[in-house]
């Protein structure tokens, strides 16, 4: 079973964590993880192309700023769920001090539920907002393309940060040490 930085193998009562899933929270991980990069890499390239363009040949390259926009639109849009799995998210903390010690293990538990709820209805709010512009027909006016390909992020998104956060309900030794910050 592998061992990650911020993560421990064995869950707050003691329990390990089932090795499947375990693997399937490193899957998650994994591909947000290649996504984003990926799509990252590509819409700096897509600039570069573009401003090399218009400094050397002095044209820029047809599509290449809004091959760009859509390619950092989707980096970051993924960067909601891959962030979600290093704890780096923002959190109001004014109510920890409300909340007994004994009883943090259960507040993070029900905070992770309700976070799973919460990505659940914006991942459903994503998908009618997205089958509105399937049913349309948009399509971009630049590239010959239907924009609900891009749209689709945000169910892939919302959808993989409820996964994780039911995950971290199930499995709390799964859930990262939090690095965001305090608000």
């Not at 573009?50 to 047809?62: M, P, S, T």
């Not at 959190?91 to 919460?118: E, G, H, I, M």
Request: glycine share 8%; aromatic share 12%.
């Amino acid at each position: 079973m592998e061992k990650t930085e911020n993560h421990s193998s064995v869950s707050e009562a003691g329990r390990p964590v089932s090795p499947a899933l375990r693997c399937l929270y490193n899957l998650i991980v994994k591909i947000e993880t290649i996504v984003c990069y990926v799509f990252f890499i590509a819409g700096t390239v897509a600039l570069v192309v573009d401003i090399f363009g218009r400094e050397v040949l002095g044209q820029g390259v047809f599509g290449a700023q809004r091959v760009a926009v859509y390619c950092m639109a989707v980096a970051g849009i993924m960067g909601f769920s891959y962030v979600v799995s290093h704890g780096g998210h923002l959190r109001p903390t004014v109510l920890d001090k409300l909340v007994p010690q004994k009883l943090d293990a259960f507040a993070a538990r029900l905070a992770d539920l309700l976070s799973c709820l919460l990505c659940l209805g914006l991942a459903y709010a994503s998908y009618l907002f997205i089958y509105s512009t399937y049913s349309i027909g948009e399509r971009d006016m630049t590239l010959p393309i239907n924009i609900w390909t891009i749209q689709s992020v945000l169910v892939f998104a919302f959808g993989f940060a409820a996964i994780k956060f039911l995950m971290f309900v199930v499995a709390p030794a799964l859930r990262p040490v939090t690095s965001g910050g305090d608000i």
